[in-house]
T-cell receptor
Framework: DQQVKQNSPSLSVQEGRISILNCDYTNSMFDYFLWYKKYPAEGPTFLIS?????DKNEDGRFTVFLNKSAKHLSLHIVPSQPGDSAVYFCAANRNTGKLIFGQGTTLQVKP | AAGVIQSPRHLIKEKRETATLKCYPI?????VYWYQQGPGQDPQFLIS???????DKGSIPDRFSAQQFSDYHSELNMSSLELGDSALYFCASSWGSQETQYFGPGTRLLVL
């Protein structure tokens, strides 16, 4: 039972354009959502998070949007850079602390 | 800034052997989490500790055990290793159980 789903295994965008990565969840008890970036043979690197009481959080080129009624969140990267090419994981958290991850989306930013 | 340290980074074991993975959290972080990531899969939660007490347990086999020590470092002990245990094992730490988790570089375990 995949409680957090990233339905797009891969995404390819041109440098300078916007990258939009999507994530859906099924458990309405999740109250904290995070995005991690992962390079091969490295651990996930924290990018940005959002609490369930908010609908938007912005940090530099990264913005996360949360639509609780749709149980959907998205990560926007503007402008996209070749160094952003990596696997992006969406993760959700209840007050127990453990993270439930999506399957990941591989982003390729072409120069 | 100091990050989560894991050792060893790579480990090769034979079936039925034992392995011990170590995790040193970010200074002043009191919560440690262990995750397992199989090939082509997303990380799966194994177990977590808060202030040296087990705080949550996920899909961790009975052959595995873990603990958090007085200096907050944690060790994951794996016995009777099976081929299916081959995976990346990540440790993450946070300050409190509801704060952002920061991950270490992982230990790649290969069971032959």
């Amino acid at each position: 039972d995949q409680q957090v789903k990233q339905n797009s295994p891969s995404l390819s965008v041109q440098e300078g354009r916007i990258s939009i990565l999507n994530c859906d969840y099924t458990n309405s008890m999740f109250d904290y959502f995070l995005w991690y970036k992962k390079y091969p043979a490295e651990g996930p690197t924290f990018l940005i998070s959002i609490s369930s009481i908010k609908d938007k959080n912005e940090d530099g080129r990264f913005t996360v949007f949360l639509n609780k009624s749709a149980k959907h969140l998205s990560l926007h990267i503007v402008p996209s850079q070749p160094g952003d090419s990596a696997v992006y994981f969406c993760a959700a958290n209840r007050n127990t602390g453990k993270l439930i991850f999506g399957q990941g989306t591989t982003l390729q930013v072409k120069p | 800034a100091a990050g989560v340290i894991q050792s060893p980074r790579h480990l090769i074991k034979e079936k039925r052997e034992t392995a011990t993975l170590k995790c040193y959290p970010i200074p002043r972080h009191d919560t440690v989490y262990w995750y397992q990531q199989g090939p082509g899969q997303d990380p799966q939660f194994l177990i977590s500790f808060y202030e040296k007490m087990q705080s949550d347990k996920g899909s961790i086999p009975d052959r595995f055990s873990a603990q958090q020590f007085s200096d907050y470092h944690s060790e994951l002990n794996m016995s009777s290793l099976e081929l299916g245990d081959s995976a990346l094992y990540f440790c993450a730490s946070s300050w409190g159980s509801q704060e952002t988790q920061y991950f270490g570089p992982g230990t790649r375990l290969l069971v032959l």
